[in-house]
């Protein structure tokens, strides 16, 4: 049986860093289940339209096990830019994808625990470093996506289709020729309940 789980998240947007512990929880207890993490770069320009409100924090606080620090507070009214994130995360899931998913906690951390934007190749230097990643210079251009992660986000498009959502983020399970979209909010508090449900359609398919 082949099974992968298919996340579709944008780094800053904070219904992904709630739905990032149970991706976390799948990768630790469930092993076999492959993980693909698809960044759809839907901040993908600082404006006006990309600022996150506060009761949209109110709610996912309400919701999910996830905190936000008082830097991040302070800047939720400044637009959000997750190009960089977008190029990064394309780009780590390619070339070093067991790195992959402690590289997006290690963003999210910075971002919604420390107020970093991440906006611009300086705020992302210390991360790189950390993971001792040797990052080609067009993953820093802040003006455009790489052509991998373009191409990236117009796989999620026609995966949206299929799905018939276009909402964020989503958890996708393929086992062999099933696509299956699990109902994560129900889970966002308990992610060991996320992998009993999981664990439910391993078996319902096997």
């Given at each position: 049986m082949s099974a992968e789980l298919f996340f579709i998240y944008d780094s ?80 780590a899931t390619n070339k070093t994808s067991q790195q992959a998913l402690m ?104």
């Amino acid at each position: 049986m082949s099974a992968e789980l298919f996340f579709i998240y944008d780094s800053h947007c904070p219904w992904s860093y709630a739905a990032t512990p149970l991706v976390n929880a799948v990768n630790q207890s469930l092993p076999q289940v492959a993980l693909n993490l698809w960044h759809c770069a839907y901040f993908s320009d600082a404006d006006g339209e990309s600022a996150i409100t506060k009761q949209q924090i109110v709610q996912v606080k309400e919701l999910s096990s996830v905190s936000f620090s008082p830097e991040y507070m302070k800047a939720l009214s400044q637009g959000k830019d997750s190009t960089l994130c977008a190029n990064l995360m394309t780009w780590a899931t390619n070339k070093t994808s067991q790195q992959a998913l402690m590289l997006l906690n290690a963003l999210q951390a910075a971002h919604f625990g420390a107020g970093n934007p991440l906006s611009e190749q300086t705020d992302l230097s210390n991360i790189v470093e950390e993971f001792k990643l040797s990052v080609p210079a067009k993953v820093f251009n802040k003006t455009k996506l790489t052509n991998d992660a373009e191409a990236q986000v117009h796989e999620i498009y026609a995966l949206q289709e299929i799905i018939a959502t276009q909402a964020i983020p989503a958890l996708l399970l393929a086992i062999n020729d099933e696509l299956i979209l699990l109902n994560h909010n129900l889970y966002l508090q308990d992610p060991d309940a996320f992998i009993d449900a999981v664990k439910l359609e391993l078996n319902k398919h096997s």
